[in-house]
């Protein structure tokens, strides 16, 4: 069992940074063996929940599209911590952010689909106004 907690969700002005964070907590194990991909999404209201940024227990990363470039994910050496620093916030990104942690699929990489995520924080909300 792994326990995700976020936080560093604010309200801000568009070109505002701010930095999330993730404490996880649970069997060493499991993190490094097992749940080997710890992930950001976000639900902005009325929209599905969407991957952000993903990294994997070597420090490979995914990003969104709309996030490439202005938001960096990273973890500590013991992935007690996951990360996002997100810079040049814009109205779009605001939402409710959560982190979340998953096996790898079949062929070692980290999928970008919530389904496949077991473990969820209850999120922190990030308000970015025009």
């Known amino acids: 069992q792994l326990e995700m907690v976020e936080s560093g969700g604010d309200s801000v002005q568009s070109g505002d940074s701010l930095t999330l964070s993730c404490a996880i907590s649970g069997p060493t194990y499991r993190l490094k063996y097992e749940m080997v991909c710890l992930g950001w999404f976000r639900q902005a209201p009325g929209k599905e929940r969407e991957a952000v940024a993903i990294?994997?227990?070597?420090?490979?990363?995914i990003y969104a599209e709309s996030v490439e470039g202005r938001f960096t994910i990273s973890q500590d050496s013991g992935r007690n911590t996951v990360y996002m620093q997100m810079n040049d916030l814009q109205p779009g990104d605001t939402a409710m952010y959560y982190c979340?942690?998953?096996?790898?699929?079949?062929?070692?990489?980290?999928?970008?689909?919530?389904?496949?995520?077991?473990?969820w924080g209850p999120g922190t909300q990030v308000t970015v106004s025009s």
């Open positions: 990294i994997d227990d070597i420090s490979r990363t």
């Open positions: 979340a942690a998953a096996p790898p699929i079949y062929d070692g990489t980290c999928g970008r689909s919530d389904q496949r995520y077991n473990y």
